[in-house]
């Protein structure tokens, strides 16, 4: 599986726009860019997932480069309930997720 | 979203005791389910992916005979920690894949497990 770069931890303040950055300069053409969330003591919850075009959902957005080499995720307003563990995963179509360190994100009030 | 379920969501046991801790998908059939490990400040490691009516496919190092998968319908998967030790104390998350709609995984809430 390629791999992934994530800062180990970021910090956003409430209410404002939160930009998760990911670095995946090995990826293929076939790998998918996805994105889940782990809050303490839960499993994981999936948020968003492209392969070249940028995404929208109703948790966030996912603004993909041009040559996918690198992605962000968007929290467009972050709230304590966002505070969580962010990993960006690199999967081929129907393989399985492997999970990197990922970002400890930090939502001050 | 698709809702997995999982139980017990904590469990001790003692030493050299087995446990079996159940995936369930609740409204959808999931012909994949995943089992992960997570050990405290620690990511999520893989350890094995389940098929329904076949053989568990197990991660390198994870040992297939100690940790037992059965997934005998399209709606639950069975993991048994069989003579369980203190080590073995860890979060058990399963998760499952959708058919059909390929990539995305909904996970399980988690099952902890102590062994004393």
């Known amino acids: 599986d390629a791999k992934t770069t994530q800062p180990n931890s970021m910090e956003s303040n409430e209410e404002e726009p939160v930009h998760l950055p990911c670095n995946h300069s090995t990826i293929s053409g076939t790998d998918y860019i996805h994105w889940y969330r782990q809050l303490p003591s839960q499993g994981p919850e999936y948020v968003i997932h492209?392969?070249?075009s940028n995404v929208n959902n109703r948790m966030a957005s996912l603004a993909i480069a041009e040559d996918r080499k690198s992605s962000t995720l968007i929290l467009h307003r972050a709230t304590l309930r966002d505070a969580a563990v962010y990993y960006c995963?690199?999967?081929?179509?129907?393989?399985?997720?492997?999970f990197g360190a990922g970002t400890i994100l930090r939502v001050k009030s | 979203g698709a809702v997995v379920s999982q139980h017990p969501s904590w469990v001790i046991c003692k030493s050299g005791t087995s446990v079996k801790i159940e995936c369930r998908s609740l409204?959808?059939?999931?012909?994949?389910m995943f089992w992960y490990r997570q050990f405290p400040k620690q990511s999520l490691m893989l350890m094995a992916t389940?098929?329904?009516?076949?053989?568990?496919?197990?991660e390198q190092g994870v040992e297939k005979d100690k940790f037992l998968i059965n997934h005998a319908s399209l709606t639950l998967s069975t993991l048994t920690v069989t003579s369980a030790h203190p080590e073995d104390s860890s979060f058990y998350i399963c998760?499952?894949?959708?058919?059909?709609?390929?990539?995305?995984?909904?996970f399980g809430p988690g099952t902890r497990l102590l062994v004393l």
């Open positions: 998760s499952a894949r959708v058919g059909g709609s390929g990539e995305t995984q909904y």
């Open positions: 492209g392969l070249t």
């Open positions: 389940s098929n329904e009516g076949s053989k568990a496919t197990y």
């Open positions: 409204d959808f059939q999931a012909t994949t």
């Open positions: 995963i690199l999967m081929e179509y129907g393989n399985k997720l492997v």
